[in-house]
């Protein structure tokens, strides 16, 4: 398996961090987002959106994030990080939306200002990314993960721009339980760090 990556890219480590909770072993491929290799030909060929992560298992091609955690899951039988009980099964659906939607477009996004200069508004995704920790810091007074009291695919997809969400001036402080929820998380065997930048809050 090849997995295309950008150490930056929460997105990535998502990707990167489900294959190590796994055990998987895989070739980690940089891609010079810098420079402007996810535009050329050879890399739109796998992906025509021209982001990362994009999984590579012997010539199926899988991008997306959420895409490929359900493909990892499903693939080797997973039912511990994907089970197939219907209640089970929406929960996990509607927090991977979350990590498409609200948390893309409040800490992911907030960070892409103070990481990448990205032309966002800062009080808007920030007010947007405490709404969203607020009800998951709700969620996670219920039970020990997002689904309940065992990890799942949401979880790790909801992980990675959390954990980063201070390097875009969003205060975890405010919100405990996601914080407790973070080092379970770090807890687990296999867990990868995702890399932290001295920016914002973080600086
Ligand atoms: N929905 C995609 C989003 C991936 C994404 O936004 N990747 C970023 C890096 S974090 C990227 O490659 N951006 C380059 C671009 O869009 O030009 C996923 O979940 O994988």
Not at 105 to 118: Q, S
Not at 161 to 176: C, M, T
Request: proline content about 5%; aromatic content about 8%; charged content about 20%.
């Amino acid at each position: 398996m090849k997995l295309y990556h950008f150490p930056l890219s929460g997105h990535a480590h998502r990707a990167a961090l489900f294959l190590s909770l796994l055990g998987v072993k895989a070739e980690i491929i940089d891609v010079d987002l810098a420079n402007g290799a996810h535009k050329k030909p050879d890399f739109l060929k796998l992906n025509s959106f021209g982001q990362v992560p994009v999984l590579d298992d012997d010539g199926l091609v899988v991008s997306d994030s959420n895409a490929i955690l359900v493909y990892l899951a499903t693939k080797l039988g997973r039912k511990d990080w994907l089970p197939d009980d219907l209640a089970t099964i929406a929960s996990i659906q509607k927090w991977l939306s979350v990590a498409a939607g609200e948390i893309a477009y409040g800490p992911a996004a907030a960070r892409l200002i103070t990481v990448f200069g990205a032309d966002f508004r800062a009080d808007e995704v920030i007010a947007r990314a405490h709404g969203i920790l607020g009800l998951i810091n709700a969620e996670l007074q219920r039970h020990r993960f997002i689904t309940g009291d065992k990890p799942t695919i949401a979880d790790v997809a909801l992980y990675s721009y959390i954990v980063s969400a201070p390097e875009g001036n969003v205060d975890l402080a405010r919100h405990p339980d996601v914080r407790h929820w973070l080092a379970r998380i770090e807890a687990l065997p296999g867990f990868v760090a995702f890399p932290r930048t001295a920016v914002g809050l973080a600086a």
